[in-house]
């Protein structure tokens, strides 16, 4: 089976006659129990940038700096509709909603905020540093620390590579528990482009959508396997990411009551911070269906 293009999920169209509203269509690929919330947020960030004038055009005037999506109920694969509006669009920065829903689904399915600047003149600061870590290469030689993504029971990790910089290989026996802090080299065996060439920051979402590892470190091997869905998800779009390795630091800060609170940071190999990531998520027992048995600690355990 050939892995997927998120490209192909990114494609959105105008319906005819009904200003605002985008039609696209979700394939089961990108799905571990239920699609990943991080590439439904993509898929509405598409719709909005469309709205916007699309693509490189969209990137090189008005570039995506900040979303925050709500998730209300989950999303199926099949047809979707993503109603935009734009609430702001001024000479320096554009803010518009969106709304994401199966097409034969009523109610909401995810609403997305999201802000759109044009480059201005100011300070360059970078007030935190890359976690001192292997390169994707040597984290992926080192005995266990790479998943072998194509044998997963979880469609979404048959897209993409994944090798662990920071912490324990949770997928094999014997791991040991550890503080709530763990990082991933993550790359798309397809990487999604734009006609510029350069790494659409639009695939970083789905990257940023893999906290819950964090907390199941902190856990350890002996806490009986959890799904923690997102309730939100909020990321900064510091930079067009240099390479198709991303690294993704990922924090749970505080786990209770059924809630966990975490955090992620992205960056390229050239030690750039592209993005930044903060999420809620509830924690519910996991009931795996058949065959699932060796789960990789993304958004489940």
């Excluded at 494609?11 to 991080?38: D, I, M, N, Q, R």
């Excluded at 509405?44 to 990137?59: F, I, N, P, V, Y």
């Excluded at 991303?246 to 059924?258: C, D, K, N, T, Y």
């Excluded at 992205?266 to 998520?281: I, N, S, T, Y």
Aim: with cysteine.
């Amino acid at each position: 089976m050939h892995p997927a293009d998120l490209r192909d999920e990114l494609t959105v169209t105008a319906a005819p006659k009904v200003p605002g509203l985008y039609l696209a269509e979700l394939s089961p690929a990108w799905s571990y129990l239920h699609p990943c919330g991080g590439v439904l947020k993509s898929v509405a960030l598409a719709a909005m940038r469309e709205a916007l004038g699309g693509g490189d055009a969209a990137s090189s005037s008005l570039r995506l700096l900040s979303a925050t999506t709500v998730f209300c109920q989950p999303v199926q694969p099949g047809k979707l509709q993503i109603a935009v509006t734009i609430l702001r669009r001024g000479d320096s920065a554009a803010q518009l909603r969106a709304s994401l829903t199966n097409v034969e689904q009523p109610g909401p399915g995810l609403e997305v905020t999201a802000t759109f600047a044009r480059p201005r003149n100011g300070p360059d600061v970078l007030g935190i540093a890359m976690p001192e870590v292997p390169r994707p290469e040597e984290a992926k030689a080192r005995p266990g620390h790479a998943l072998d993504t194509r044998a997963s029971p979880w469609a979404f990790y048959r897209n993409v590579e994944i090798a662990i910089a920071l912490g324990e290989p949770m997928w094999r026996p014997g791991w040991t528990q550890g503080p709530a802090h763990i990082a991933f080299w993550m790359r798309y065996l397809v990487p999604p482009r734009l006609a510029s060439g350069a790494i659409d920051p639009l695939a970083l979402p789905p990257l940023a959508d893999s906290m819950p590892p964090a907390l199941v470190r902190a856990l350890g091997p002996d806490q009986p396997r959890f799904l923690a869905p997102s309730l939100d998800l909020t990321m900064y779009f510091l930079a067009v990411p240099s390479s198709e390795w991303i690294l993704v630091e990922s924090r749970v800060e505080r786990a209770e009551g059924g809630y966990a609170i975490g955090s992620a940071n992205l960056w390229d190999e050239a030690g750039q911070l592209v993005a930044r990531a903060a999420q809620a998520m509830t924690i519910r027992a996991l009931k795996l269906p058949p065959g699932a048995g060796a789960t990789p600690p993304a958004r489940h355990r």
